[in-house]
């Protein structure tokens, strides 16, 4: 493979000649990787959960919010031009990266799964619309066949590369851009605008407050979510401004489109699942359906298999590149059933309480730390070992080490997600994603400022 292949595919730091992706290339691609399975669920889950007067604002200020919170990521990444895993050696030390590394490519296959299940879903209902075999309009197995289709496409996708990525990516955002408003348009035109507005939700929860407080949690663990795919693709911005701009419009309000149009679905309806009303339309309006769920979530999968592999390669640069695009999409199949995909709102706060904590660290780091200037040493991020700067101690950051277990420890006693409580009583009254994030951002701050760094500069240290 050539040198300037391996910048695309591995982990050599990107110069300034070799970027390939400007402003609207960006936001091409975050609309592509944002409007897919994440949003569509998310904005049912909301939907389902309080009325449309609570819905928009809380898909608006859930998603946009958080991801103000880290969009300086993409200027960091896009200064240094290494990818994100690497530079976060800096932050957290090689060894606790390694650990962080592995969170981010496990949990990973969870939005793999729903992307790729999703199509599962719309693809057999339209197989049903036209009569197809019995077993192919079934979830089990049908869904999942098609959910397994969907997957080695967008391996597939992903295999190719950034540049075939980014101009089939280019065509696919104004479609679904295009395809998002007139289906928007036909949700209220088939239903009424005062019959959405007016919509009671068909699964709240026990109280309003509680059911407000959900459905932000929902949304604020997709927002702070894209804390984990900065670096692989702003490594290759031209400018930062372009790679600041184009995540933060990309990621934020443009895709939370696809969000609302699912609540609006699911108001309307009470469905969790947006295909159900969409093919259900018969003729030329599903096919076009069937079409935005296959463009929208295949682009994704491969808009998340691609960064994923390059961070595997980051940490196995031996690993060849169809090895690594393999490894970090195949497993994803064993999550592809009902299951799973019933349990989005679940999965969605883990989310949260993970990239949550660890964008905190990181935009701490940013702008208390190295108040914003560039100060990374990028020789000593690829130096394993005590002669290596962000080695700290034993390879781990003690003040990266204490704000993970302060920020993930706050948000399971503020929310337990798995059952769903309150250990401490504080939720709903809070939310638990913004305060961790935070909790985390403050400790690591103090930390290293009263603490590490002074240990570091002492002769010696």
């Given at each position: 493979?050539?040198?300037?292949?391996?910048?695309?595919?591995?982990?050599?730091?990107?110069?300034?000649s070799e970027?390939?992706?400007?402003?609207?290339?960006?936001?091409?691609?975050?609309?592509?990787f944002?409007?897919?399975?994440?949003?569509?669920?998310?904005?049912?889950?909301t939907?389902?959960?309080?009325?449309?007067?609570?819905?928009?604002?809380?898909?608006?200020?859930?998603?946009?919010?958080?991801?103000?919170?880290?969009?300086?990521?993409?200027?960091?990444?896009?200064?240094?031009?290494?990818?994100?895993?690497?530079g976060?050696?800096?932050?957290?030390?090689?060894?606790?990266?390694?650990?962080?590394?592995?969170?981010?490519?496990t949990?990973?296959?969870?939005?793999?799964?729903?992307?790729?299940?999703?199509?599962?879903?719309?693809?057999?209902?339209?197989?049903k619309?036209?009569?197809?075999?019995l077993?192919?309009t079934?979830?089990?197995?049908?869904?999942?066949?098609?959910?397994?289709?969907?997957?080695?496409?967008?391996?597939?996708?992903?295999?190719?590369?950034?540049?075939?990525?980014?101009?089939?990516?280019?065509?696919?955002?104004?479609?679904?851009?295009?395809?998002?408003?007139?289906?928007?348009?036909?949700?209220?035109?088939k239903?009424?605008?005062?019959?959405?507005?007016?919509?009671?939700?068909?699964?709240?929860?026990?109280?309003?407050?509680?059911?407000?407080?959900?459905?932000?949690?929902?949304?604020?663990?997709?927002?702070?979510?894209?804390?984990?795919?900065?670096?692989?693709?702003?490594?290759?911005?031209?400018?930062?401004?372009?790679?600041?701009?184009g995540?933060?419009w990309?990621?934020?309000?443009?895709?939370?489109?696809?969000?609302?149009?699912?609540?609006?679905v699911?108001?309307?309806?009470?469905?969790?699942?947006?295909?159900?009303?969409?093919?259900?339309?018969?003729?030329?309006l599903a096919?076009?359906?069937?079409?935005?769920?296959?463009?929208?979530?295949?682009?994704?999968?491969?808009?998340?298999v691609?960064?994923m592999?390059?961070?595997?390669?980051?940490?196995?640069?031996?690993?060849?590149?169809?090895?690594?695009?393999?490894?970090?999409?195949?497993?994803?199949?064993?999550?592809?059933?009902?299951?799973?995909?019933?349990?989005?709102?679940?999965?969605?706060?883990?989310?949260?309480l993970?990239?949550?904590?660890?964008?905190?660290?990181?935009?701490a780091?940013?702008?208390?730390?190295?108040?914003?200037?560039?100060?990374?040493?990028?020789?000593?991020?690829?130096?394993?070992?005590?002669?290596?700067?962000?080695?700290?101690?034993?390879?781990?950051?003690p003040?990266?080490?204490?704000?993970?277990?302060?920020?993930a420890?706050?948000?399971?006693?503020?929310?337990?997600?798995?059952n769903?409580?309150?250990?401490?009583?504080?939720?709903?009254?809070?939310?638990?994603?913004?305060?961790?994030?935070?909790?985390?951002?403050?400790?690591?701050?103090?930390?290293?400022?009263?603490w590490?760094?002074?240990?570091?500069?002492?002769?010696?240290?």
């Amino acid at each position: 493979m050539k040198i300037k292949e391996e910048i695309f595919f591995n982990l050599l730091p990107t110069r300034k000649s070799e970027r390939v992706y400007g402003f609207w290339d960006f936001l091409a691609v975050q609309i592509c990787f944002g409007i897919a399975a994440w949003f569509f669920l998310v904005g049912s889950l909301t939907g389902l959960t309080v009325d449309a007067k609570d819905a928009i604002p809380i898909i608006l200020f859930g998603n946009a919010i958080p991801l103000f919170l880290i969009a300086p990521m993409a200027v960091i990444f896009a200064r240094y031009g290494v990818e994100q895993w690497l530079g976060s050696s800096a932050v957290l030390g090689h060894r606790f990266k390694d650990i962080w590394l592995f969170i981010y490519i496990t949990s990973s296959f969870g939005w793999i799964a729903y992307a790729s299940f999703l199509f599962g879903e719309s693809t057999i209902k339209f197989v049903k619309v036209f009569d197809g075999p019995l077993m192919l309009t079934q979830e089990v197995p049908g869904a999942v066949v098609f959910a397994m289709v969907a997957t080695l496409v967008g391996t597939y996708l992903a295999y190719l590369g950034p540049t075939t990525l980014k101009h089939l990516i280019h065509a696919a955002a104004i479609f679904l851009l295009v395809v998002l408003v007139f289906f928007t348009w036909t949700v209220f035109s088939k239903f009424g605008i005062d019959t959405i507005l007016s919509a009671e939700p068909a699964k709240p929860l026990e109280t309003l407050a509680w059911s407000r407080a959900s459905a932000i949690e929902y949304n604020v663990g997709l927002g702070f979510s894209w804390a984990f795919w900065y670096g692989q693709w702003t490594r290759l911005a031209r400018t930062e401004s372009s790679a600041f701009h184009g995540c933060l419009w990309g990621w934020g309000i443009l895709a939370a489109t696809a969000g609302i149009f699912s609540a609006f679905v699911a108001l309307a309806l009470g469905v969790y699942d947006p295909s159900e009303w969409i093919v259900s339309l018969g003729g030329g309006l599903a096919a076009l359906g069937l079409l935005l769920f296959a463009v929208a979530n295949v682009s994704s999968v491969a808009a998340l298999v691609y960064p994923m592999s390059i961070t595997l390669r980051s940490r196995f640069p031996n690993l060849s590149w169809i090895y690594a695009v393999l490894i970090c999409s195949l497993p994803a199949i064993l999550l592809e059933n009902p299951v799973v995909f019933e349990s989005y709102g679940v999965y969605l706060a883990y989310i949260a309480l993970l990239s949550g904590t660890y964008g905190g660290i990181m935009i701490a780091d940013y702008f208390l730390v190295n108040r914003g200037k560039s100060s990374w040493r990028i020789r000593d991020l690829y130096i394993t070992g005590p002669e290596s700067r962000y080695w700290y101690w034993g390879g781990f950051n003690p003040a990266a080490v204490i704000a993970t277990l302060a920020g993930a420890g706050f948000y399971l006693w503020t929310l337990d997600p798995f059952n769903w409580v309150s250990p401490n009583g504080l939720f709903p009254y809070i939310t638990a994603g913004i305060p961790s994030f935070l909790l985390s951002f403050l400790v690591y701050a103090v930390l290293m400022r009263l603490w590490v760094l002074p240990g570091m500069e002492k002769p010696g240290a």
